[in-house]
């Protein structure tokens, strides 16, 4: 319905109860019993937003302090870094990794004789890659090497609202190339370096609006590949970087059992409220001997 007048108000056949008493034995058991299903939904909620916090520390800690409290610390030179471990490099991330972004799609490339299945911005979501929806575009054998991904490629939002949100391709199909919107970061060297450490690093510095002008999250920025090589983040030894994964994937898994434990919660005591009201309102359920005076009575 587009929209609804007056009139058509006051046509809508209501359930009302016989006296005013009655009416006010229903908002009153409504009034109570909807106040405590609130204030466990507004727990809940609070809980979720400590778990959230909690995840955020954690993985700031481990990706620019390390997971040794006793490691001697140098000034990193970067501002939102702070110190990091002594022995850790701090270089550019292009020095590290290659950095591309993909091809752009236009009209002609749509259709061709080599359509290929790529990743868009909406396949690319935090941590993980949505394949159940993939667009084609014209990869003639010419460019296929240079947009083809492999496994542990890091794929990276360029711009809008979702900039530095990334994930990890793992051969999800055999075959996939990804369009402009994205970034892919391939190490130089997978001796020195991992993604895996990389995308934690990442979802670190993002959270921090370290890739939005002005730390303004609602602003509509674009991360240039130039910017994203010339960005300064740290980088320990490889086998400190996976020791790092590891502790992460553990911690995180944890914090996010709880986080979604939390809001099935949050579901149920919503579907609870709105089953009380219409149960209440309808006369399914007699709740005046549940009014204060009867319970104190009893």
């Known amino acids: 319905m587009p929209n609804i007048s007056e009139a058509i108000i006051g046509q809508l056949p209501v359930v009302v109860p016989p006296t005013v008493a009655a009416q006010d034995a229903v908002v009153d058991f409504l009034n109570r019993e909807t106040a405590k299903i609130d204030a466990l939904v507004a727990e809940q909620e609070g809980l979720m937003a400590l778990l959230k916090e909690k995840r955020q ?14 490691a001697p610390m140098k000034d990193s030179g970067v501002a939102w870094l ?3 471990p002594a022995h850790w490099a701090v270089a550019s991330v292009g020095y590290h990794y290659d950095v591309l972004l993909g091809r752009m799609l236009n009209e002609e490339r749509s259709n061709g004789e080599h359509l290929r299945p790529y990743l868009r911005v909406l396949n690319v979501q935090w941590g993980v890659i949505d394949i159940t929806d993939l667009a084609e575009m014209d990869f003639p054998p010419d460019v296929q090497p240079k947009y083809r991904l492999r496994a542990g490629d890091l794929l990276v939002n360029e711009g809008g609202s979702y900039v530095g949100r990334s994930a990890i391709w793992r051969d999800q199909i055999e075959e996939c190339y990804f369009q402009k919107a994205l970034h892919r970061l391939r190490p130089y060297s997978p001796d020195r370096n991992t993604t895996e450490y990389l995308y934690f690093l990442m979802e670190d510095a993002t959270r921090r609006g370290v890739f939005v002008a002005g730390a303004n999250q609602t602003t509509i920025d674009h991360l240039t590949a130039e910017q994203l090589r010339a960005h300064r983040f740290p980088f320990p030894p490889k086998p400190e970087q996976e020791a790092i994964v590891v502790f992460l994937q553990n911690k995180v898994a944890a914090l996010d059992h709880l986080t979604a434990e939390a809001a099935r919660a949050i579901a149920l005591l919503r579907e609870r409220r709105a089953a009380l009201i219409s149960a209440a309102v309808t006369g399914k359920i007699d709740v005046r001997h549940l009014a204060p005076a009867a319970q104190a009575a009893a």
């Open 57 to 70: 520390a954690v993985i700031s800690q481990a990706v620019t302090k390390g997971l040794d409290p006793n």
């Open 82 to 84: 702070g110190e990091v």
